[in-house]
Every structure is written in C-alpha cells, then in structure tokens.
C-alpha cells in the first residue's frame, strides 16, 4: 500500500484491496462456525419451549446473537493479530498488520471496538445474554493476550466455544437447571463440543511445522472424547423435549460424522507433514458446522438443520481466497 493510500480520507470508500486486508485479518471464513454454535444454541432451547420453528417474537434476540457472536469472533482473531504483532513481523511478515495493509492503530481500535459492541449486543437476550457475551470476550482477550503460548491454551480455546454455544442457548430457562437456567443437556452440547475444539487446538498447534505424532495423537482422543458426549446428549434431554431422532440413531449420526472428521486427522498422524496436519484441522473446522447441524436435526425441523449447514457454503467459497488457519 503506497503512502498516499494509508493517508487517505477516512470518509472514503475503502479500496477492495483494503478490504480484503480487514477480511484476512478477521478471518472472516471462519465466523460462519460461529454463527452455527448460536443457530444450534438458540434452535435447542427453542425445541425445549415446544417449537420447531422459529417463533416471529424470537427473531430479534436471534439476530441480536447472531451479531454479537460476529462481533466477538472478529474481535478475537484481530486482537490475536494485535498481541502477536513482533511475532508476526519476524515470522509471518504477510499478515495484514505487519505487511503494512493495516495500521496497529486501526487494528487496535477496531478490535477493541468489536469486543465492546458484541458484549452490548448480548443484551437481546437478557442478562443471561450479558453475561455469556461478557465471558465469551474475557476468554478471548485472555487467550490472545496470556494464554496463547501456555500449556492451557486449548483448554482456553474451548472455553471460548462453550460461552458462545451458552450464548446462543441464553434463553434457556430450564425447570431443574444447574447452572444461570441452562439444564444438563445444555451443558453437555456445549461443554462436549468444547473438549472438541480444545482437541482441535492441541492437534494443531505446531501445525507450521512437522508435529509431534503424540501431541497430534492427543488431539485426535480429545476430539473424540468430545464426540462421545456429544453423542450422548439426546439421553440427557428432558421429557418435554421431543427427539425427531432416537437416541440410538443419534449416536449413529455423530459417531457416523465422527469417523469421517477424524479420518484426515488419523492420516495426518501417520505422516505428520505441515500440509496433512493443516488438511486435518480444516476438515475440523467445516465439520463443527456439521455438528451443530446434526444436533438441531437431532431435536428441532429438519429445514432449520439444512439452513444451518448452509453456512458452510460461504465459507468454502470465502476458504477459496482466504486462508482459515
């Protein structure tokens, strides 16, 4: 970018090459796994209540959700560009920050901005709302700042997964619940898709470079631990809540999906080369989509399951021009 670019009028329309530079930098493929942790959230406490539709007076706390959780995610992959900006700049001189594309100044301003907007917007659906917008932005500063480069930064990357589910189930207002109005159930969808994810980071972790065939084997079992509560969640739910699957079909579905998510994984620990171990952590990734599909399926129309694995398709076509690891 020339001199005269960077100093250009703020109130002009930013150039596509700029905007592509913000895109890179908020790796904005990858939200759309977001907005299907909150589809799934929202549409299981929905099924709870005795709907299997998307109630009109529902839309704008699930808008305002949706919102939130694009603002947070976008916040998280900005301000994990913000704290690693030396590193960058030594290892990775084509992010958007060091390449000079972005200013740290703009950078900071924007993802700072985000985190804050995205904790208001939880506000749609109540306090609850509030308070898992709240801990989904302090798990994320938490890791882009300290936690990253810590032994515990999987296990802080999952956390980041489970408030953002429990973000989207906000609304639960649950009989017997055991935690903020969210029932077992609900803590098991979104705590087993959590280990998943922390299964995930620890699998890709030294992804750069040729890894270690014991931490990509940890990865793998910890992915599959997360499967195997997910898979048990239908026997969790209450009575009121109706299965459109039986429990044993379920655990097929997941198992089923399971299989064929971990397959590149397994690959990638036979030979354990940069490029199979990325192959394996996208495949991840796009199958979170699959995931939270599944579980609407498992419990809510089948039309709102389709809707929610639609989002893949952007985020294939945005993979395309956009790398998402």
């Known amino acids: 970018m020339s001199d005269t670019e960077a100093n250009a009028d ?6 596509p090459s700029t905007l592509m530079a913000y895109l890179k930098l908020m790796r904005i493929g990858n939200v759309f796994t977001a907005f299907a ?4 959230g929202f549409f299981v406490v929905q099924a ?3 709907f299997t539709s998307l109630p009109s007076e529902q839309l704008l706390p699930l808008l305002g959700l949706l919102a939130a959780t694009f603002c947070l995610y976008s916040a998280g992959m900005i301000l994990n560009d913000v704290f690693d900006v030396e590193r960058d700049t030594a290892e990775r001189n084509n992010r958007p920050i060091p390449a000079g594309d972005i200013s740290l100044a703009n950078a900071q301003t924007l993802g700072w901005g985000l985190l804050v907007i995205g904790i208001l917007c939880g506000l749609s659906a109540g306090t609850n709302g509030l308070l898992m917008a709240t801990a989904v932005g302090v798990s994320v500063v938490l890791y882009d700042w300290i936690l990253k480069q810590t032994p515990i930064a999987p296990i802080a990357m999952g956390l980041c997964r489970v408030f953002n589910i429990l973000l989207g189930m906000s609304l639960a207002n649950a009989e017997s619940p055991i935690f903020l109005g969210f029932a077992q159930h609900h803590l098991l969808i979104a705590g087993s898709v959590g280990v998943f994810v922390a299964g995930l980071t620890w699998f890709a972790r030294t992804e750069a470079k040729v890894s270690s065939r014991g931490l990509l084997s940890f990865g793998v079992l910890t992915m599959a631990t997360g499967l195997t509560g997910l898979a048990m969640f239908p026997q969790t739910l209450p009575a009121t809540t109706p299965l459109r699957l039986t429990a044993d079909t379920a ?14 994984c397994i690959l990638a620990i036979a030979d354990p080369v940069p490029a ?3 192959a394996g952590v996208i495949g ?23 809707g929610t694995l639609a989002l893949l398709l952007p985020m294939l076509v945005i993979s395309k021009k956009i790398r998402a690891t």
Request: contains cysteine; positive net charge.
């Open 37 to 40: 942790n909150i589809l799934m």
């Open 251 to 264: 655990a097929m579905l997941i198992a089923l999906l399971g299989m064929l998510t971990l397959y590149r």
């Open 48 to 50: 709870d209540l005795g």
């Open 276 to 278: 199979k171990v990325q």
């Open 10 to 15: 703020p109130q002009q329309p930013r150039s």
């Open 284 to 306: 991840c990734l796009k199958s979170l989509i699959f995931l939270d599909a599944s579980v609407i399926l498992i419990v809510s129309d089948r039309m709102l399951a389709i």
